[in-house]
Each structure stands twice: as structure tokens, then as C-alpha cells.
DNA sequence: CGAGCAATATGATGGCCGTCATAGACGAAC
DNA sequence: GTTCGTCTATGACGGCCATCATATTGCTCG
């Protein structure tokens, strides 16, 4: 009883996302009888880079940090997955290591199919797979959009287009300490806390410990930023 | 007849890549037959950011560089794709623009499909598919790895890296301009080149006008460095 | 509650490298 | 041959920001 109910929840879950809009309740069914949960608390790995694939992870509550990290101990965020957001999505096709790491935020909650039940099911819904390339795209194209943001904008700017983009996603309060706000602006973490004193200062943000309140949500907007895609 | 002799030369061309390898004469011949070539001088674009996306592109002939523009002028190069190699993969699959543009830098000859025509093919071939995804997940990696870099690295390192990358690409022989390195390790052509002086004065390289020719190819495989994916 | 750790905060320093400037050399086009 | 654009080359300058250092505050956990 328990169990039905919880596949209710599943599949309410995978119906926004990649696509699965067009699919039957019995098909989406399907796939969340061969899927499981997994409790991960605040701040445990989920899966780290350099390890064989198996599974495709979705988010059922919680957030998630996608990281990669750099030789001299740097490291950058690249993705912040919520609600209903897949974890790895070029995994599962080739089952091959990747260089990324997902460590969660908050007490989280991932649902795990694994890859043959993944892919089976996504080539039979060639929507899906145009969804995941769509996705895909969009990566690529942030990921070299930071590219040049690392050569022609500064720290600050990067920043503000950090919080521009969280915004969007979050809303006005974003709980993230500066070290996380570093790692997705590609800076370190004392950059990030003077230049969060100068956007206090100019009365854009207002912050306490962890968390950091966008005031003028209008301000960012009227610059011509564009978001990253995380 | 000399038209059999070109579907043949396509057929060919398309063996290698993509994971075609298990595919027969036959059913490549069905995906040369609606094929086009189009030809382009040195210099020219092929396709610009924000265009939208009626073909699958390879390059049948020649070298094509694809890269994306910053704002204030700055440019940087993402993907060097010579014979066989594909331009866009993404774009076949949603139609949408992308911020990419390709350059033709040597007179090049290039293989069109419609995207139509190309998912259809690769719908039926599930293994081009997760080679697609393959792929797909180098990029990303790469692009992200390249984030690093501009975090943690200096121009040096950042292009004995770009020279180590090309040299396995293209052999010791590089015919690209400081330009060209430029974009590629993103950094200005000033820096390259004072750079390239440091390392002509290790005798690492010798250099004419538009080319460089790696001296000590086994120097930078004992460094340790990873190469881009270009 | 005290210990310990993470987060915040801010100053000082130094160097990498982007920017601007100038100049010569080579190649292409007419 | 002449002109012009591109590539190469190198110097001078200055500013952004990473790094190191130190101090304080707040949270958590035994």
C-alpha cells in the first residue's frame, strides 16, 4: 500500500522532466517499478569522478553540487540539481568514468535506475533522447560561455551573473555559503565575500551567515546579463 | 558514374566515424544517397551563432574551426575538426541555434545531411547514439576542465597544453598562426607569442611565419598534461 | 557549556598578464 | 613594383586578483 503510494510519488516525479510529457501512465509505470530510492545526508558524497557508471540519478528532494576538481586542490560547481534534475546524464550511454563529482547540500533523497533500464527505456521514446541532447547542448554552450567570462569579465561581474542565475532558480533568498558562490563564479572565496561586502554596500544584497538575500531582484535584470545554465 | 564514384567516397568517409563500424554497405549507402557536398574556400563560414540548424555537417576535406564570440570581441576556439569529423552534433537533433560558429581554415569540402535525414539514421542505430553521448560528455569535460585551467594554470602551461593537444592530433607540424594558439588556450596573441619566444629559447620549438614545429615531441608527454579534446 | 570548526571579514603584498604602443617582415593582390 | 593587411616581435605600464595573514563570529556536537 506504502509501496503504490510511492511509486505514485515516483512517477509524478519523472513526468516533467526529459520529456516524458507525451508518455502513458503505464509506461512511466514501468520504469519506476525497476527504480529505487537512496537517503544521502547533508554534505555526503553521492558518486565521485573517476568511478565507473552505473546507475542514472534524478533528485526526488533535495539539492545536489556537481563538481570537478582541479589538480592544485581548485575546484568549480557546474551543475545544482533539485527536484526532478538528473544527475548524470552521459553516463548511463556509456558507462564509462567521468570527471565529475556530486556531493549533496541538503538531506537528499536520489532515485536510482539503472543504466540498461534507463536506456532501454529512453530508445524507445525518441523524445527523450532529443530532450537529453537539448540538455546536453545547453551545457556545452554554458560551460563555454564561463570559458570566456573567465577572459573578459571579472570577478565581480562573474558574481553578479552567478547570483543573477540562482536567482532565477531559487528565488531572492539563496542559502550558499561564498565558498560555494566561489566555486560556481570561478574565484576564491576571499574575492567573493569583498566583493558580496561592495553589492551590500551598494544595497543590492543583504546576507547573514549561509545565506545571501537579493534585495533589487529588478537590479540584474536591467544589465543585459545573461544567465548560466546550472 | 563518376557519381557512384563519389557515394563510394562517402561511404567511406562516413565508416569510421560515429560508430557506424557495424553498419552495412548497404544501409550507409541508404544515408550517402541524400547526402550533399558543399565547398568552401579558406576563411569562409560555414554556419554562424544563432543561426538555426538544418544540417548535420562533416567535414569531408579540409579543417573547420568551430568557436564562439564573447562581447567585447574576444573569441575562443572550441573544436579543430579535419576529415570525418562532425561540426554539430547537437544541433540535428533540437534545430535550435546555438552559440557556435565554424570558419573554414584551409579550403574545405564539407558533407551535408539533412537533420531529418540524420536522426531517422541514427534512431535506428542505437550504438550511434551512445557515441553521440560519448562524445558529447568529452566536450563537456573538456570544456570544464579548460574552466580549471583558466583558474589554476598560466598562459605557459595553458599552451604547452594547447601544443601537446595538437601534436596528437596533427603531428609535430603545426600550421596555425599565434591567433590561432590564442584562441585556443585563451589568452591574447601578445601572450602567445611572448610565450612561444620562451619556448623557442628552450628549444621546445622552432617557428616560421604560420607554423610551428614541435623540436622535442617526448618533452611534454613526461610532464604529465592531459590534452584538450579539440 | 566549552571546544572546535566553518564562515565571515579585511588588510597587505606581489606578480601575472592584458592593454597599448611601435616596428619590422612576409605574403597577396593589383 | 607598390601597397596593404596579417603575422611576428618586444617594451612599458598598470590593475586585477590570488595568496597569505590575522581576527571575529556563529553553529554544532559531544
Redesign the pocket.
Known sequence: MDNIKRLDQRIELLRPILGFEGVTFQQLREIADCSFEKSYS?GELIFDQGEKCEFFYIVMKGLVKVSIYGS?G?KITYLLAGTGEPLNLVGPFTGNPRYLSAESIENTSILLLRNEDFLAYTYRHPVVIKNIMSILGYAIDSANDKILDM????????LIKVLHTLQKKFGQRLK???????ELA????????????QF?KRGMIK??????IILDPGFMENQGFEVYWV
Do not use: P
Open positions: 547533508k592544485s581548485n577572459i573578459e569579465k571579472r570577478v565581480e561581474q562573474r550558499f555559503t561564498s565558498r560555494d558562490f566561489a570561478g574565484t576564491t572565496t576571499e574575492s567573493t565575500l569583498r566583493a558580496m561586502a551590500r546576507s547573514n551567515r549561509g545565506e545571501i
